[in-house]
């Protein structure tokens, strides 16, 4: 049914309920996900300093390979959480854009509500498999240096002489 069809105690509900999404929706854009990538983004910056710290302390495992693949797995892990905020924000700000032009439509009797509700629906199930994806490769990229480090760690004892 249309905005002019709709009787005024439903229109007062509707309203509401419009602006209770456009909140919603707004703060979506600043806080969704925040802690778990926070987290992502602290353990894979320590673990890259870290790394980092180790090898300046070790010149000696400077030229092997594997303390540069787990520098390289750390530092990936920071620039894909780079790429995950990107979309994350851009993402939100078009669910948000487009719940207001809908919204506004329905207001001026250009769509029904149960139109205006399918479609916030059908959105905001674009790109959440893309952000999913980034925030899991950030973790394995951290998994991933993680593995290479415990991997290497005998080979360092080794070489420090402290293996007992």
């Known amino acids: 049914m249309k905005f002019s069809e709709t009787p005024d105690d439903l229109k ?7 602006d209770a999404r456009w909140r919603q929706l ?6 969704h996900g925040e802690e778990a990538i926070k987290y992502l983004l602290i ?17 000696h495992l400077r030229p092997l390979d594997w303390p540069r ?26 669910l948000f ?24 629906i059908a959105r905001t199930k674009w790109l959440v498999w893309l952000q999913a994806l980034l925030a899991y490769v950030s973790l394995f990229s951290f ?9 290497n760690f005998d080979q360092v004892a080794t070489i420090i002489q402290v293996k007992p």
């Open 143 to 151: 998994y991933a240096g993680l593995g290479i480090a415990i991997w």
């Open 43 to 59: 353990v894979n910056v320590a673990a890259l300093g870290a790394a980092l710290g180790f090898l300046g302390a070790m010149p």
């Open 69 to 94: 693949w787990i520098l390289v797995c750390f530092a990936l892990g920071v620039a894909i959480l780079g790429a995950y905020h990107a979309v994350r924000y851009h993402r939100t700000e078009w």
């Open 26 to 31: 707004s703060e979506a854009a600043s806080t």
């Open 97 to 120: 854009r487009n719940w207001r032009a809908e919204s506004n439509k329905y207001g001026s009797n250009d769509l029904h509500w149960n139109d205006l509700i399918d479609a916030d």
């Open 12 to 18: 007062s509900i509707r309203k509401g309920y419009i």
